[in-house]
């Protein structure tokens, strides 16, 4: 069964930075897709970030390039998102997301193509 643990969300000024981690559990960074989500109130949840653990190509959000950057610790099974020059638009729950049947990410990876989130993260930016 696949468990993925988020942490490293908190509270930040404009410009300020935070990495978050996913701890995945039962699920081998093998040649598959791995993402990072976000969801605001009110908001549906948007793809931030996606990752092909195989290739370690990756895909952003218009918003977040140049400022976000996704990577992986294949030893510890980790996903980190590290998030720089931070903004109050940023602020959501961010969620970790893994499929072991999804292959292979594309530009056009979404939500409904992952089975399993974690509980998520919170992220609040203050102007």
């Known amino acids: 069964q696949v468990q993925l643990v988020e942490s490293g969300g908190g509270s930040v000024q404009t410009g300020g930075s935070l990495r978050l981690s996913c701890a995945a559990r039962?699920?081998?960074?093998?040649?598959?897709?791995m993402g990072w989500f976000r969801q605001a109130p009110g908001k549906e949840r948007e793809r931030v970030a996606a990752?092909?653990?195989?290739?370690?190509?990756?895909y952003y959000a218009d918003s977040v390039k140049g400022r976000f950057t996704i990577s992986q610790d294949n030893a510890k099974n980790t996903l980190y998102l590290q998030m720089n020059s931070l903004r109050p638009e940023d602020t959501a729950m961010y969620y970790c997301?893994?499929?072991?049947?999804?292959?292979?990410?594309?530009?056009?990876?979404?939500?409904?193509?992952?089975?399993?989130w974690g509980v998520g993260t919170q992220v609040t930016v203050s102007s």
């Open positions: 997301a893994a499929d072991p049947v999804l292959l292979y990410c594309t530009s056009t990876i979404g939500a409904r193509n992952f089975a399993n």
């Open positions: 039962g699920y081998a960074f093998k040649s598959s897709c």
């Open positions: 990752i092909n653990t195989f290739s370690r190509s990756t």
